[in-house]
Nanobody, 123 residues
Framework: QVQLVESGGGLVQAGGSLRLSCAAS????????MAWFRQAPGKEREFVAA????????SYADSVKGRFTISTDNAKNTVYLQMNSLEPEDTAVYYC????????????????WGRGTQVTVSS
């Protein structure tokens, strides 16, 4: 069974950057689809970015396109989310997710989840 552990969250000023990491353990995940979602207080969990590990293709929510980058490191079995030009609206708990089906944008299509890491952007 694959376990996902996120790290790298924190408090940053608007315009700053953070890099989130999602370390996968238990088995290799280079044939999985990986995604980042986020959930702000009182809001539904929303798609941020996804990648098909074996192919390297990526997709992004319109709200983060051009600011966030999802990437993978096969040797470390880790997926990253580089977040630049952060805005207060990016404040949320960020979750890493995985499945073996496809790089869907809906959270219900993912069966493996980390516990999340808090990102807070101050204005």
């Amino acid at each position: 069974q694959v376990q996902l552990v996120e790290s790298g969250g924190g408090l940053v000023q608007a315009g700053g950057s953070l890099r989130l990491s999602c370390a996968a353990s238990g088995r290799t995940v280079n044939n999985y689809n990986m995604a980042w979602f986020r959930q702000a207080p009182g809001k539904e969990r929303e798609f941020v970015a996804a990648t098909r590990w074996s192919v390297g293709s990526t997709s992004y929510a319109d709200s983060v396109k051009g600011r966030f980058t999802i990437s993978t490191d096969n040797a470390k079995n880790t997926v990253y989310l580089q977040m630049n030009s952060l805005e207060p609206e990016d404040t949320a708990v960020y979750y890493c997710a995985a499945n073996r089906l496809a790089a869907y944008h809906h959270p219900n299509m993912y069966d493996l989840w980390g516990r999340g890491t808090q990102v807070t952007v101050s204005s």
